[in-house]
């Protein structure tokens, strides 16, 4: 497998408009899974039709229980969060359940959002975009909570704070999903 290299690219240029990290969360089929991302948007500048918008990896198993739903959840997550991030993003949700042991809450849709977090939107997909290597989907906010005050995790944080052990899996992971996807 081929190491993470972003030289001779605008890929470390791009990661100034990241936004918030993000947990993903879905179910299709009898199945479930959560993920981590930092894709995440408002998506309307209308107040009274609140949207999201994300982008997921095809490569990520939650991104067929999305297109077979047509339902996730949004969750701002806070600086503290760092167990729920490897949780739900340093392992595939196709060998096991990620959602185990989390506190949950059954959304309107029959989606499980995640009950500890700084902010929850329950979202329903309105538009699919293929883009190649992930798809961009764009959703109506079903329901939405505040949870738990704290700091947005942010991408520059969660790279700036990720423990050396927990970024060798993180860039090993990204990488070959860079892979797959070339």
Do not use: C, V
């Given at each position: 497998m081929k190491g993470l290299s972003i030289e001779g690219t605008p890929y470390g240029l791009l990661r100034h408009l990241t936004l918030p990290v993000i947990a993903l969360t879905t179910s299709a089929g009898g199945r479930r899974n959560g993920m981590i991302s930092n894709s995440a948007q408002r998506a309307s500048l209308v107040p009274s039709l609140p949207r999201i918008s994300v982008y997921v990896s095809k490569t990520n198993f939650s991104h067929g229980l999305v297109m077979r739903s047509g339902v996730f959840g949004v969750h701002l997550?806070?600086?503290?969060?760092?167990?729920?991030?490897?949780?739900?993003?340093?392992?595939?949700?196709?060998?096991?359940?990620?959602?185990?042991?989390l506190e949950l809450r059954r959304g309107e849709t029959g989606c499980p959002l995640l009950a500890d977090c700084l902010a929850a939107f329950e979202c329903r997909v309105v538009n699919a975009m293929d883009t190649g290597a992930s798809t961009f989907f764009l959703a109506d906010i079903v329901s939405a909570r505040e949870g738990v005050p704290g700091e947005v995790m942010t991408s520059g944080y969660f790279r700036a704070h990720m423990p050396p052990d927990k970024q060798r899996i993180y860039e090993s992971n990204l990488a070959q999903a860079m892979e797959e996807l070339e």
């Open positions: 997550l806070r600086t503290d969060q760092w167990e729920l991030i490897w949780k739900l993003g340093l392992q595939s949700g196709r060998d096991q359940d990620k959602l185990a042991n």
